[in-house]
């Protein structure tokens, strides 16, 4: 069972309680790419609620890095190794970076991490 969306779904229910969850992201949290709905787009910024494509689906996190060369992600999540842990995905398969609409985005850069280990090709 992919939990990722369930995660997130969590973390901001716990948090930001009040923030919509508009159109099929309110019917559906748990469907990964449904979080391309949340509140306003923005840059990729830390802390930021961020989608994934995958071949049978999507992924969703939190941006909490960025590798030197600029092409991967740190990304914590949940359901990335059937865990909630951090993990490398590829820039290229980022489809949206969302803020949520009740809370100010701080815009904080990402940290640059060093890369280590493979970049993740499917999370589940």
Request: hydrophobic share 40%; net charge positive.
């Amino acid at each position: 069972m992919p939990w990722c969306g369930d995660f997130v779904d969590t973390a901001l229910e716990r948090s930001i309680p009040k923030e919509p969850r508009p159109g099929a992201l309110g019917i559906n949290p748990y469907w990964a790419l449904n979080w391309g709905l949340l509140g306003v787009a923005c840059k990729p910024c830390y802390g930021a609620v961020v989608t994934f494509k995958r071949p049978s689906g999507g992924h969703v996190g939190f941006l909490v890095g960025i590798s030197p060369d600029g092409l991967f992600y740190l990304v914590l999540g949940g359901n990335q190794g059937n865990t909630v842990s951090r993990t490398w995905v590829s820039v290229s398969r980022a489809q949206a970076t969302r803020w949520p609409a009740t809370y100010g985005n701080p815009m904080l850069a990402l940290p640059v991490v060093k890369k280590t280990g493979a970049a993740s090709k499917n999370e589940a």
